[in-house]
């Protein structure tokens, strides 16, 4: 048997020896398919990336175009077209809380750090306490709710109303003056109707619709300014609560429960000073910061 022995060990290495080759080609097949697959997918997202950063240069453009003065005579009769609803999205936007988004960020972590980051605190984390923190507080510190008007009538208050100051908002920002809102019924919601002029001497006009959001509390309103078929998504929809109004219902105070956004409104464009100082009290007695107001220009230069 001793004879044999060479002639076993010499089959064995080779065995081993192919067995080595094998693996070895087959790693150098996954290494080739690896990197091609990585290839493919860079050169994917960067055709995607390109995409996607034309759209949003040409939404960009579009939105200067439609918001800065001077901008008709370029665009002609197609910017009347664009204009809406340019406004509408840009609304829409405003209205959504982008904290409550922040879930989605998770995977497109690195994933050294997704790694190190255990799955259940970070879901806990990015999707149960954030958003509760940060729809708890506000920019004033607050982390209560602001009191409402008391005894709201809705029909009372609808109508037109001008707005005399806000705080700045980024939905607003290429209205130049001549701010009023109109607000009827429309079956069981309230159209609302926004105007304003922009730069360019325009008239922007804007739609949304408004509901009661708290059905022991119709002065705690929740509108939206999206298109109707994304009006079914929590996201579009903004809190718009009315503060205080006048016995009259002819001067009000609205503001989001979170203080970040305040409206002094009045049946009339212009308010005389005692009823101007009693909103701001009211304002800061609700814990709103009435230094950010500005004032809205409500006549035509």
């Given at each position: 048997m001793s004879e044999h022995l060479p002639a076993s060990i010499m089959a064995l290495n080779a065995a081993i020896g192919s067995a080595e080759s094998s693996l070895v080609a087959r790693e150098q097949r996954l290494r080739v398919g690896a990197r091609d697959l990585r290839a493919?997918?860079?050169?994917?997202?960067?055709?995607?990336?390109?995409?996607?950063?034309?759209?949003?240069?040409?939404?960009?453009?579009?939105?200067?175009?439609s918001s800065r003065g001077g901008?008709?005579?370029?665009?002609?009769?197609?910017?009347?077209?664009?204009?809406?609803?340019?406004?509408?999205?840009?609304?829409?936007?405003?209205?959504?809380p982008w904290a409550r988004t922040l879930p989605l960020l998770l995977p497109l972590l690195p994933a050294r750090l997704r790694g190190r980051t255990p799955q259940g605190a970070a879901a806990m984390l990015l999707g149960v306490a954030l958003p509760i923190f940060l729809g708890s507080r506000s920019p004033s510190g607050h982390q209560t709710p602001p009191a409402t008007a008391a005894s709201f009538d809705l029909n009372r208050f609808l109508g037109r109303w001008f707005e005399i100051a806000r705080t700045p908002l980024a939905a607003e920002g290429a209205c130049a003056g001549e701010v009023n809102a109109t607000y009827r019924w429309q079956g069981d919601s309230v159209s609302m109707v926004n105007r304003c002029r922009l730069a360019d001497g325009s008239l922007s006009?804007?739609?949304?619709?408004?509901?009661?959001?708290?059905?022991?509390?119709?002065?705690r309103l929740r509108v939206c300014f999206a298109p109707a078929w994304l009006s079914w998504l929590p996201l579009v929809w903004a809190d718009y609560w009315v503060l205080?109004?006048?016995?009259?219902?002819?001067?009000?105070?609205?503001?989001?429960?979170?203080?970040?956004?305040l409206w002094l409104l009045s049946r009339t464009p212009a308010l005389d000073t005692e009823t101007l100082q009693r909103l701001l009290d009211e304002a800061r007695l609700r814990g709103y910061d009435i230094e950010r107001l500005s004032a809205t220009r409500q006549t035509r230069p």
């Open positions: 493919t997918f860079r050169a994917r997202a960067a055709r995607w990336t390109l995409v996607a950063a034309a759209a949003a240069g040409v939404a960009g453009v579009l939105v200067l175009l901008s008709s005579r370029r665009l002609g009769p197609w910017r009347t077209a664009v204009a809406a609803p340019l406004s509408r999205a840009r609304l829409a936007l405003a209205c959504i006009e804007t739609e949304g619709v408004a509901v009661a959001g708290d059905a022991t509390d119709p002065a205080h109004v006048d016995a009259g219902y002819r001067s009000a105070l609205v503001g989001t429960p979170d203080r970040k956004h």
